[in-house]
């Protein structure tokens, strides 16, 4: 348990670092997204995003006093507005006065994971939506010639068709199913064989030449073997104003104190070609 107590005023950075330490996975699904962090001073609740043609012309021979190739790209922009999401905490002064628990604290840390969790599911509900995947998505173990599990085959197909579209997939998300597949493969490492060479937060292993993470927060079903091959470096962002935002006040008609949770926050998918799911 963290170190937070009845008598402690629940101030936003006594409210963040709670919500860091009850990080009790990472937030995987968010990972797949690069953060932009809005400016304090920002005016409105709308970014724009630059959005370009990608119609840069390729360097060519000049010739002497001849003119060099030129590309005009059309710079356009892509707005993202914030959205507010929150919750709130009631404790009754009954319970913080008789418990034989702090229930300041454990309530604190309840929310947190509570927080955690649905950061990590809108982030999912954007990479699930099919119109937000490759589209080969999904690719199923029928689709490969030379596959007849879902394995390494599989795996270096869907990592093939994201190549062929200049994408370079950096994370492999399995369910729990999926990792209990692949990790008795020959061609898996665990997580404990590679030492310090893993560097994502929640990796457990290398497949296919990719960080592999397990999803066990179920949002993935865990009957049958699927996955998500993940370019986070090009897929899309997330969009924040306000990280973690609270205020506490006081209910005298219920004797209770209330605690608000809130963020300010998007998020937008680039380019939906980064992300390819695969199945059994």
Do not use: C
């Not at 589209?135 to 007849?148: Q, T």
């Not at 994201?162 to 492999?172: G, V």
């Amino acid at each position: 348990m963290v170190n937070v107590t009845t008598t402690d005023v629940l101030t936003e950075q006594r409210i963040r670092r709670v919500i860091n330490e009850e990080r009790d996975y990472p937030l995987i699904w968010n990972e797949a997204f690069e953060t932009i962090q809005m400016p304090e001073d920002h005016p409105s609740r709308t970014w724009e995003l630059p959005q370009d043609e990608a119609v840069m012309s390729m360097p060519g021979r000049v010739a002497e006093g001849g003119e060099f190739p030129r590309t005009e790209e059309d710079i356009d922009t892509q707005k993202v507005t914030v959205e507010k999401h929150g919750f709130e905490v009631k404790i009754t002064w009954e319970a913080t006065e008789f418990s034989v628990f702090d229930v300041i604290a454990r309530q604190t840390e309840k929310a947190a994971r509570r927080f955690n969790e649905y950061i990590n599911m809108q982030a999912f509900e954007h990479i699930s939506n099919a119109d937000n995947q490759h589209p080969e998505s999904p690719v199923a173990v029928s689709d490969v010639g030379d596959a007849d599990e879902f394995g390494f085959a599989l795996a270096k197909y869907a990592k093939k068709l994201m190549k062929d579209d200049q994408y370079n997939p950096d994370m492999l998300v399995l369910n729990t199913e999926g990792e209990r597949v692949i990790s008795n493969s020959d061609n898996y490492q665990r997580a404990s064989d590679l030492g310090d060479e893993m560097t994502r937060e929640g990796a457990i292993g290398r497949f296919a030449g990719m960080d592999v993470m397990e999803d066990n927060s179920g949002l993935m079903p865990s009957d049958s073997a699927e996955g998500y091959f993940i370019d986070s470096n090009q897929y899309g962002v997330e969009v924040v104003k306000q990280d973690i935002a609270t205020e506490e006040y006081e209910d005298p008609k219920r004797q209770a104190n209330v605690v608000q949770w809130w963020t300010m926050r998007n998020w937008h998918v680039e380019e939906p070609e980064a992300v390819i799911k695969i199945v059994e």
